[in-house]
């Protein structure tokens, strides 16, 4: 069975770091694309970043790029994202989410870990 | 950025009804959408991806088409189960967006 298991979130302050963690198991996580998407309190979601399989190439959502990295261990199962400069915007759930073969959707998400920035 | 417009942001319905919902591509995306569904406190769940292939496990009753800009979700027969908010994305190019959300509620 296919899991994917967030963790790391918590209330930090503006200007502050955290670093999420996703835990994966019942599939070969090295063979996928791995993505972070957000949703603010009672508002849509919204892509933030997403990593190949091998962790050779990243992209980010602008309002996040220079300030969140993305990376993964492959041979831990696990997926990141370091988080420097935090803003009150930046308060939402964080899911990571598997990347289809053929990259055609998302299939399978993680149950999403919230991160507060206030202070 | 690739905007998707959703409509309608809100819709109540009946079991039973049958019920469709529209997404809108600021640009041509081919068939590079893909349609999740949502309930509160909940992951988003896969539905419909390539536009109109339906995810394994996913009941019969939902359905997707559409091509280039313009692209439909439709439920044959609401369930109890079904009231949710449902979201379109675009998987073209990045940054893959998605739709503002539908939310469906009981009538």
């Known amino acids: 069975e296919v899991q994917l298991v967030e963790s790391g979130g918590g209330l930090v302050q503006p200007g502050g770091s955290l670093r999420l963690s996703c835990a994966a198991s019942?599939?070969?996580?090295?063979?996928?694309?791995m993505h972070w998407v957000r949703q603010a309190p009672g508002k849509g979601l919204v892509w933030v970043s997403r990593?190949?399989?091998?962790?050779?190439?990243?992209s980010y959502a602008d309002s996040v790029k220079g300030r969140f990295t993305i990376s993964r261990d492959n041979a831990k199962n696990t997926l990141y994202l370091q988080m420097n400069s935090l803003r009150a915007e930046d308060t939402a759930v964080y899911y990571c989410?598997?990347?289809?073969?053929?990259?055609?959707?998302?299939?399978?998400w993680g149950q999403g870990t919230l991160v507060t920035v206030s202070s | 950025d690739i905007q998707l417009t959703q409509s309608p942001s809100f819709l109540s319905a009946s079991v039973g009804d049958r019920v469709t919902i529209t997404c809108r591509a600021s640009q041509g995306i081919s068939s590079y959408l893909a349609w999740y569904q949502q309930k509160p406190g909940k992951a988003p769940k896969l539905l419909i991806y390539a536009a109109s292939t339906l995810q394994s496990g996913v009941p019969s009753r939902f359905s997707g088409s559409g091509s280039g800009t313009e692209f439909t979700l439709t439920i044959s027969s609401l369930q109890p189960e079904d009231f949710a908010t449902y979201y379109c994305q675009q998987l073209n190019s990045y940054p893959q967006t998605f739709g503002q959300g539908t939310k469906l509620e009981i009538k």
């Open positions: 989410a598997r990347d289809c073969t053929g990259g055609v959707c998302y299939d399978y």
């Open positions: 990593i190949n399989s091998d962790g050779s190439s990243t």
């Open positions: 019942g599939f070969t996580f090295s063979s996928y694309w």
